[in-house]
């Protein structure tokens, strides 16, 4: 019976692991640059959906576009000038295009356009140009002053007077999100969300409108840059007729526009309620929409807004993100098994009881199938989401998780063949573990950490949300990275034929620590230590665990030919350390440790083994791959009869990245020089 059990879930599995990752006549790769790969994602049965659905996805996907602007400005007070006068140049200069320097400013751009700023994407450092400040003067001044990004009254002069040293001083807003201990850590970032403020004068004006007693709090800040007038602090709210209203504006109108296509009242209802919050800034109005969304099991579904907080050292600021997307019903059975046995998982969690909630309700989780990505998703995007992040909302309404499957199976794709485990894994023994499960336990890994990781346990009693506050992003993650890595390991996933077998996870067990230990480093430039926090959380799970084993050897470094490797001894063993370290983890968030977390983090997470470092980038230069990859997307244009309506929505897959960008930028570009 047993057997027969197995071979139906290894039957079961495999059709779920292979219901999107299938080789296909279809071209993922776009361009590479710098250290950076475009690729296209599929989205399919789009062409299957009603024309109500089709129209529907296509209103809230201009609505996904039209915020772009905002994103920018978030990320630093002169990037839109910056991108702007570089766009001019790049479409009307008429000097040498064949110099380096054109090429090199080119290459600029386009890590501008994929970082939304001058900043690194993930490291969160100033870009260094590659090209002259004599170039980029003399071309800029080669062009008509109408085509440039000027403010009223001002000269190009003025202009270059304030963005030149932006790029070219390399002192001059160096971080946009500086996590380093013991720094203001927002005077020393260049991201937007406080102006003229000092890290202290910002917690303590959270700090007391946290203090009135309130069981359903807002997410103080969550929609506002923090600023100083005549002395005093003052909240600038992103609404409409606030800050990036003419943005604003337009995502009302499309998402006004799609409620009058809803699939249903509740639909409907949501997106009004989004709209409401829009034009009145209201947190509560937010909060209000967040609890219908979770509600909404509408087969549409879509993120837009101010949503997470991780380019805020403090986690207040929500950075400007949206997404469009519709479920991928047959996927969507592991995610909704996962989902009805969430309180098994919860109930045997190895965390301390104190922290187990009761009662899981209101989690519900399902595959998507990506039709847009916008702000903060684009384009680098997460391959899951977990929300909302209000942690009573969560406790009394639940939560709603996605797997965005259609953009796994593209980095899986795009990574056929490319010599990577060749290079990185210890033997054959662990390289098949990855041909033969790494799609689906990468998959299972993320709908474990969004579905069940983020939605599980709670905060004792009085503890504040944000009491880690620089750390509490990568505890967060750590946590839920750990509730993943423990059951996906459990025989329960055999149970629920949500693996294969029980060697599957080892394929992850390998990934995970191969990862945190080693080839994560190749997205670091050589001397600098860890700042982002998914980044530091990996790191910080794997050294730790490497630590916890080291007496019985369960994980080693390994030397051979001059060259490192992860080489697992007990996978057994290996999930006894994760649930050590997730049950040290809970404790200090569901406590809100602020000194425990500070300690864990900066020991585990932050320092970076420079000898070691050199090696892993030595290594990845050899294989001439991009660590860092982001997405095109896809071009959807109606349909139109004599008189108007839409017939049908079609997708094309034709555009390429400086096409897409530069349309982006002259199509939904709302924002004044001078926000």
Not at 25 to 40: G, P, T
Not at 236 to 250: F, R, V
Request: aromatic letters at 10%; a negative charge; one cysteine or more.
């Amino acid at each position: 019976m047993g057997t027969l059990l197995l071979v139906s879930c290894q039957e079961k599995s495999n059709q779920n692991a292979n219901a999107e990752n299938k080789t296909v006549d279809f071209n993922y790769s776009v361009e590479r640059f710098a250290d950076l790969e475009i690729l296209r994602y599929q989205v399919p049965r789009f062409e299957g959906l009603t024309l109500q659905q089709k129209t529907l996805l296509y209103y809230l996907s201009q609505a996904a576009i039209e915020g772009r602007d905002i994103l920018f400005d978030q990320n630093g007070k002169y990037n839109l000038r910056i991108r702007r006068t570089l766009e001019a140049v790049y479409q009307n200069y008429t000097g040498d295009t064949a110099s380096a320097d054109y090429k090199n400013m080119v290459t600029y751009l386009k890590r501008v356009w994929f970082s939304n700023g001058i900043h690194h994407h993930y490291a969160t450092d100033k870009f260094i140009p590659a090209f002259s400040q004599d170039f980029f003067t003399s071309a800029v001044k080669s062009l008509e002053p109408s085509l440039l990004p000027l403010k009223n009254g001002e000269s190009v002069d003025d202009l270059l007077a304030v963005i030149r040293p932006v790029i070219f001083n390399p002192n001059i807003d160096a971080k946009r999100v500086n996590q380093a201990d013991g720094a203001d850590l927002i005077t020393t970032s260049a991201n937007n969300y406080y102006d003229g403020v000092t890290q202290r004068e910002a917690e303590e004006f959270y700090g007391k409108l946290k203090k009135t007693a309130d069981s359903t709090p807002v997410s103080y800040g969550l929609n506002s840059r923090l600023t100083k007038e005549n002395g005093q602090l003052v909240e600038k709210i992103w609404k409409i007729g606030g800050l990036y209203s003419p943005a604003i504006e337009k995502i009302v109108f499309w998402l006004e526009k799609a409620a009058t296509v809803a699939e249903n009242d509740k639909q409907k209802q949501v997106i009004e309620t989004l709209v409401a919050y829009y034009k009145t800034g209201d947190l509560k109005k937010f909060d209000e929409y967040s609890i219908l969304w979770v509600e909404d099991n509408s087969t549409v579904d879509f993120i837009n807004g101010y949503i997470e907080t991780y380019g805020d050292p403090l986690g207040l600021k929500g950075s400007w993100e949206a997404m469009t997307n519709f479920r991928n019903t047959e996927a969507t059975r592991r995610t909704e098994t996962i989902s009805e046995n969430a309180q098994w998982f919860e109930d045997h969690s190895p965390v301390d009881s104190r922290f187990k909630k009761e009662t899981v309700q209101g989690i519900t989780a399902k595959v998507i199938t990506t039709v847009i990505l916008g702000g903060d998703s684009y384009p680098a995007t997460p391959i899951g989401i977990n929300l909302p992040n209000a942690n009573w909302i969560r406790a009394l309404h639940g939560s709603k998780s996605v797997t965005l499957e259609n953009i796994t199976s593209a980095y899986d794709q795009a990574a056929k063949g490319n010599g990577f485990a060749n290079e990185f894994y210890w033997s054959q023994r662990e390289i098949d573990l990855a041909e033969n499960y790494g799609f689906i336990t990468d998959n299972m890994h993320t709908d474990l950490h969004e579905c069940l990781g983020h939605a599980s346990c709670k905060l004792l009693p009085g503890v504040d949300r944000d009491a880690l506050k620089a750390y509490g992003s990568t505890i967060e993650e750590a946590r839920a990275d750990l509730f993943g890595l423990y059951y996906i390991a459990d025989p329960k996933m055999i149970e629920l034929c949500l693996l294969p077998n029980d060697s599957a996870y080892k394929a992850e067990y390998y990934k995970f620590m191969t990862n945190g230990l080693l080839t994560q480093l190749a997205r670091i430039e050589s001397g600098n230590n860890i700042e982002e926090s998914h980044m530091r959380n990996r790191q910080l799970i794997a050294s730790l665990a490497l630590e916890k084993g080291a007496p019985d050897k369960v994980v080693e470094l390994k030397q051979r030919d001059g060259k490192t490797y992860v080489l697992i001894n007990d996978y057994a063993k290996l999930r006894t350390i994760f649930g050590e370290i997730l049950q040290e983890v809970q404790r200090i968030r569901s406590e809100g440790d602020y000194v425990g977390a500070r300690k864990l983090v900066e020991t585990y997470g932050v320092t970076v083994n420079r000898k070691l470092h050199d090696e892993i980038l030595a290594r990845y230069k050899k294989l001439n791959l991009a660590p860092y990859k982001g997405f095109v997307n896809p071009v959807y244009e109606p349909v139109m009869d004599a008189s108007g309506n839409i017939t049908d929505i079609k997708i094309s897959y034709r555009e390429g990245y400086a096409e897409q960008m530069l349309r982006y930028s002259n199509e939904h570009s709302w924002l004044p020089n001078d926000n």
